[in-house]
């Protein structure tokens, strides 16, 4: 594992240009825990700066803020409340991060495949989350943790809820693709991290929340460990049979870390791709 820099992490915006892969070179991935693309780059850290504006598809309609606002309504009648959640998911364009022939279905209550057996989440699903993640919260959330970037899209929206946002996908494909979905957004308070999200980042640590979007059997205790005193953590975690394995059922667990302990509740039935160790 390559040496981390003292947290917090620069971020040198010139340092982007000069990574190998942003020439779509593959790195060999080798460490299992969160490591940067070249030796230059401060280590773990990806920068979705200094990019042209991607060529997003045209004249499907999707770029109006009308079709976002009418996704916002629907959240709102199915029960989130959130102003800050519901502005989040009114504001990050949904459509640009997923497979142009999906377009059309990218402001529906649905998931849809992203690449390497992965999807991205449902928005109601999505906003349900982050709105037990920010729990009332009267502003921004501290740095935050996500696990599993996946296409980018809910790392995007959470960085309109957090003042730092820190996300780790294992598969490099995707973390790839997520920084090119997320060039255009220029998101400064966003750091894309690729490696085993089962060991968290604690370099970023403490966080004011953890969310993870995939499911385990049980929470890691590096998650735990690396939640403030005060923090939120929102997973979905196993509750019957084996992560990933036909027939296993998954809930979405709460825990709260307060000074005297760690309280858990689990709430509804949930559906999300297995949270797996080590790096692909
Ligand atoms: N929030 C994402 C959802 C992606 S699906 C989005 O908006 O698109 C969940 C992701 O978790 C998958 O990409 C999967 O590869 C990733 N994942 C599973 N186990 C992981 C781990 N241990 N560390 C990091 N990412 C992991």
């Known amino acids: 594992m390559k040496q981390r820099p003292s947290f917090p992490a620069r971020l040198d ?5 000069n990574r190998p892969n942003a ?11 969160p490591t940067t693309q070249t030796s230059a780059a401060p280590a773990g850290v ?7 504006k991607p060529a997003a598809p045209q004249g499907h309609g999707m770029e109006s803020s ?21 502005a ?15 377009i059309n279905q990218a402001y529906e209550d649905t998931s849809l495949p992203i690449g390497l057996g992965q999807t991205i989440s449902k928005p109601g699903v999505v906003s349900r989350m982050l709105e037990l993640l920010r729990n009332g919260h009267s502003g ?10 996946g296409c980018g899209y809910q790392a995007a929206v959470l960085s309109c809820l957090a003042t730092e946002v820190y996300s780790i996908e294992r598969l490099r494909g995707l973390h790839d693709r997520a920084r090119d979905n997320l060039r255009h957004l220029r998101l400064p308070n966003l750091h894309l991290l690729f490696g085993d999200g089962m060991v968290g980042y604690p370099k970023g640590a403490p966080y004011a929340a953890i969310i993870a979007a995939a499911g385990g059997e049980a929470v890691p ?10 923090g939120r953590l929102v997973a979905p975690v196993v509750t019957m049979g084996a992560p990933g394995a036909a027939g296993s059922a998954q809930a979405l667990l709460v825990l709260d870390k307060t000074a005297q302990g760690v309280r858990q509740t689990i709430l509804e039935a949930v559906h999300f791709v297995p949270l797996k160790s080590g790096v692909a």
């Open 221 to 230: 205790q590096a998650w735990v460990d690396q939640l403030a005193v005060g």
């Open 140 to 149: 921004k959330l501290g740095r935050v943790l996500e696990i599993g970037t």
């Open 23 to 33: 020439h779509g070179v593959p790195a060999p991935a080798k460490a299992a825990a």
């Open 66 to 86: 009308a079709v976002r606002a009418r996704m916002v309504q629907k959240l709102a009648a199915g029960g989130i409340t959130d102003a800050h959640v519901l």
């Open 88 to 102: 989040a998911m009114g504001t990050i364009e949904r459509h640009r991060f997923v497979d142009s022939a999906l």
């Open 46 to 52: 990806s920068k979705n700066a200094n990019a042209a």
């Open 13 to 17: 915006t010139t340092l982007a240009k």
